[in-house]
């Protein structure tokens, strides 16, 4: 039987359709997103809570005219379905397919470039003023769909009030399902939480003033006669919505984010109005999928992103044990840090772990369950995790941001300013350095090599294993002259054992791996397992390389490169980073200033543009960062003959 949404092919198909009709599409649409999503992974549970809201929006809106920000955009498949990209959702995340979030140079109906959280509304009032300064202002309605965990980010605070102040006439949805990816922290959800689970709220505020004024007793005459203030205080005992009235939104809310008509009725009331209104919308993450809906805040947490074939006919597939030969893995870089994170704080009770709203993506849920009151979760605000830090340090604490390496950028200013210009001892743990996959460009970890090594004060640090790792944390605690960053990659690390009593590194130094004559490959962090991929290959054809592991990029290590330089025709310099003003530079600069007599050099890093999503494997190959491609630029610059191919 053909379904209703294999009739969707553009957002107007829904116009002419039933309240009835677009309650059966949405739930079309989410049966659609469990079955892909289910086979090919990817983001579930934020998706399956917004179903109704997307049919709802596309089914008043005239898109690409009328304009939707989906926050994030993890929230967006339901949008993507529903634009023309149905029959392609099952390439989603996978590379040269669609894009995990929304991407203007996907499709006209995504207005936003999205990945981070709480930019939404931002644009939005940007769009609006933009139409009204160009003397269109009524080119397009504008709506942004915010989570209430990207309502945590000050940044979402900024826009409400510039557009409270400038009446701005736009529409914010808050999709309202008490979740980011794990239940979200701070006083600000504990007011969702009352609003949202309060039944008393479930309708829009308008009339209460009138219902106040109806009370007997002579009361609801003498309620007339007080003054406007005392009348709304009065009114906030009954009314949710004047934290949003006090700064000139009008508020509707709550409607249950499940019901089409419901939602239609409140969107048209706050499209009709010329200002600025918040529809507040409760969501369930998960929506429709037992296990995550059913399982509480645990099973939302779970259910955030689905596994490649996790999912099989609507239910989850059982998992399998794995066979009793298959070789133990390695634990993964995050599992590593999060353990010592827990032996550093039981060596040094100073020490306390800072996430903003992803304990476990770095770890440190290991420590919330194992130390809790060294844990502290600001939400999505990695401005204050950083300001937090620096308080916490002023103090005499020893605190860790892990923050991944891409949403550090936010912070920047507060890592200048109150951290590196004060000197304090603030370690920033960077998960997620270099190419993520499947997230793409808004995730890769990329830059952070470049945006940190200008700073005065700064220590640079990167391990080429899972041991490393360990022993450069307890490094970065022992430092006390000024903030240190530390980077790692994601998944799993190399096999190499750890330490029960990791030894500190002495700062600044590098070591030699191996020791050959004609090249020599200075690796940082990653970089180094790929110069000894290259290493090897080069062998076969009779190169004689030398490897190194520089460990630190600010301070170098200026004897190792010295030493290097000297006694080869050839330095590269491998990374996972930009090349621009990246560790590879910082060695050439040092050279360079210092007279140190060079041979030729060649870096080895990410490329000026931005990187796609897909398969960490195919980008590595896509720009060159395998032992493979290294080894045939080193052969090529040596002049060495025989192309060198992979398994040869």
């Known amino acids: 039987m053909t379904r209703l949404l294999d009739r969707i092919d553009r957002p107007q198909d829904l116009h002419g359709l039933s309240d009835e009709e677009l309650q059966t599409v949405a739930q079309q649409v989410r049966e659609h997103i469990i079955d892909t999503v289910g086979e090919i992974g990817g983001h579930f549970g934020a998706n399956l809570g917004t179903c109704e809201l997307a049919v709802a929006l596309h089914s008043l809106l005239d898109s690409p005219r009328d304009k939707i920000l989906w926050d994030v955009g993890h929230q967006a498949y339901p949008h993507k379905v529903l634009t023309g990209r149905r029959d392609q959702l099952g390439t989603i995340r996978q590379y040269g397919g669609l894009a995990p979030f929304c991407a203007p140079s996907e ?10 959280a709480s930019t939404s509304i931002g644009y939005g009032v940007g769009l609006k003023e933009g139409m009204r300064l160009l003397g269109r202002p009524d080119a397009g309605k504008v709506v942004a769909v915010i989570g209430d965990g990207a309502m945590t980010g000050g940044v979402a605070f900024e826009a409400i009030h510039q557009a409270g102040g400038l009446g701005t006439p736009m529409v914010v949805v808050l999709n309202d399902n008490g979740m980011s990816i794990a239940p979200n922290v701070g006083a600000l959800s504990r007011y969702f939480n009352r609003v949202r689970l309060n039944p008393r709220f479930w309708h829009a505020r308008e009339g209460v003033e009138g219902r106040l004024a109806q009370l007997p007793g002579g009361i609801g005459a003498r309620f007339e006669r007080l003054g406007p203030q005392l009348k709304e205080s009065i009114k906030a ?27 239609r009725q409140a969107l048209r ?27 509480g805040l645990e099973g939302m947490e779970r259910w955030h992103a689905a596994k490649p074939n996790s999912i099989a006919d609507g239910a989850p597939v059982p998992s399998r044990p794995a066979p009793a030969s298959a070789a133990a893995k390695p634990p993964t870089y995050t599992e590593v840090f999060g353990d010592a994170m827990v032996a550093e704080v039981r060596r040094d009770r100073r020490v306390v772990g800072i996430t903003a709203a992803m304990n476990s993506g770095t770890g440190l849920s290991i420590l919330q369950n194992a130390e809790p009151d060294h844990y502290f979760d600001v939400g999505i605000a990695e401005q204050q995790a950083v300001l937090f830090a620096a308080g916490l340090a002023l103090e005499g604490a020893k605190p860790v941001c892990a923050i991944y390496s891409t949403f550090l950028q936010r912070a920047f200013d507060q890592i200048v300013h109150d951290v590196a210009l004060q000197g304090l001892n603030v370690v920033f743990a960077m998960d997620r350095a270099g190419l993520v996959g499947d997230d793409g460009p808004t995730h890769h970890g990329a830059f952070d090599v470049s945006y940190l090594r200008a700073l005065p004060n700064m220590t ?8 490393m790792l360990v022993r450069m944390l307890r490094t970065a605690l022992l430092i006390d002259d000024g903030p240190v960053a530390l980077r790692y990659p994601r998944g799993e690390g190399v096999g190499a054992p750890l330490p029960e009593e990791p030894p500190a590194i002495e700062v600044g130094t590098g070591e030699i791996l191996s020791e050959g ?10 970089g180094v397992q ?14 004689r390389p030398t490897v190194a592991d520089a460990r630190f990029a600010k301070p170098l290590d200026g004897a190792l490169i010295a030493q290097l330089c000297a006694e080869h025709e050839l330095l590269v310099t491998v990374e996972e980073s930009v090349l621009q003003g990246g560790f590879g530079s910082a060695v050439w600069e040092h050279c360079n200033e210092r007279g140190i007599p060079t041979p030729r050099i060649i870096r080895v890093g990410l490329p000026d543009r931005f990187v796609t999503h897909g398969k960490p494997a195919l980008l590595h190959a896509e720009v060159g960062f395998t032992g493979e491609a290294i080894a045939e630029r080193i052969r090529v610059a040596l002049g060495v003959s025989g192309e060198i191919v992979a398994g040869a």
């Not at 499709?107 to 981070?116: C, L, P, Q």
């Not at 005992?237 to 984010?257: C, I, R």
């Not at 010329?274 to 037992?290: E, I, L, N």
């Open 517 to 526: 004559r004609d090249v020599a490959l200075l690796g940082y962090g990653t």
């Open 107 to 116: 499709s006209v109906h995504d207005i936003m470039g999205a990945g981070h």
């Open 269 to 295: 009331a706050a499209f009709a109005a010329a200002r600025p209104v918040v529809v507040h919308v409760a969501t369930v993450k998960g929506k429709g999928f037992a296990p995550a809906e059913e399982g």
């Open 530 to 543: 790929r110069a000894l991929e290259a290493a090897e290959l080069l062998s076969r054809r009779g190169v």
């Open 460 to 467: 640079l640090m990167a391990p080429r294993d899972e041991a």
């Open 237 to 263: 005992f009954w009314a949710p919505g004047l934290f949003w009235e006090e700064l000139d939104w009008a508020y509707v809310g709550v409607v249950d984010g499940h019901d089409v008509a419901a939602l």
